[in-house]
C-alpha cells in the first residue's frame, strides 16, 4: 500500500519526463540522472515540461507503486533547487502542497490568536516578576 509520510524522503528529478515512461524507465532516470536507488525506500517525483501532470515511484516490499495526477488547471510549483545535488529535496509538507496543485509561497499560515493588550500587560507583569524575584505564582492572580 502506498503510504508517504514525514519519515520518508522525498526527492524530485530536476529534468521534465515523458509521461509515457512506465516503472523500467522511471527507474533507469532516477539510476543515471538523478545518481540514486529506486529500490531504497525514497519516493522519487517526476513532472512533464508544462508541469501539469506529476507521478511518484516509490518501492515498497513486493514492488514499485506509481502514483500519477493530471491538474485539470494550474500547474505544480517547483521548489528551489540546490546545485550540488543532482535532485531537489522535498518535505512531505510541500510534498502534499505540490500534489494539491498549492505553491508553498501562496501558503499562508494562520497567525495565533491576538493577545489584548490588558492579557499582554498582565503576562508581562508575571514574566518579570517571575525573573526578577524567582518565583513562580499563577499570573491570573494578577489579573484580578
Same mark, same amino acid.
Given at each position: 500500500? &502506498? ?19 512506465? &516503472? ?19 519516493? &522519487? *517525483? ?11 515511484? $516509490? ?8 502514483? $500519477? ?19 531537489? $529535496? ?24 491576538? *493577545?489584548s493588550h490588558k492579557t499582554h500587560k498582565y503576562l508581562l507583569f508575571y514574566l518579570v516578576n517571575c525573573l526578577f524575584f524567582r518565583t513562580f505564582v ?7
Amino acid at each position: 500500500m &502506498f503510504s508517504p509520510n514525514e519519515s520518508v524522503r522525498y526527492r524530485l528529478c530536476p529534468s521534465s519526463q515523458d509521461m509515457r515512461k512506465g &516503472f523500467d524507465v522511471l527507474s533507469g532516470v532516477v539510476r543515471s540522472d538523478m545518481g540514486r536507488d529506486p529500490l531504497t525506500g525514497e519516493v &522519487f *517525483i517526476f513532472m512533464n515540461r508544462s508541469r501539469t501532470t506529476i507521478k511518484l515511484l $516509490h518501492w515498497e516490499r513486493g514492488g514499485l507503486v506509481l502514483y $500519477h495526477k493530471r491538474l485539470e488547471k494550474g500547474r505544480f510549483s517547483l521548489p528551489v533547487f540546490y546545485g550540488k545535488s543532482r535532485c531537489y $529535496h522535498l518535505l512531505w509538507r510541500d510534498l502534499v502542497l505540490m500534489v494539491e496543485g498549492l505553491s508553498p509561497e501562496k501558503v499562508r499560515r494562520k497567525k495565533d490568536s491576538k *493577545i489584548s493588550h490588558k492579557t499582554h500587560k498582565y503576562l508581562l507583569f508575571y514574566l518579570v516578576n517571575c525573573l526578577f524575584f524567582r518565583t513562580f505564582v499563577s499570573w491570573k492572580q494578577y489579573k484580578n
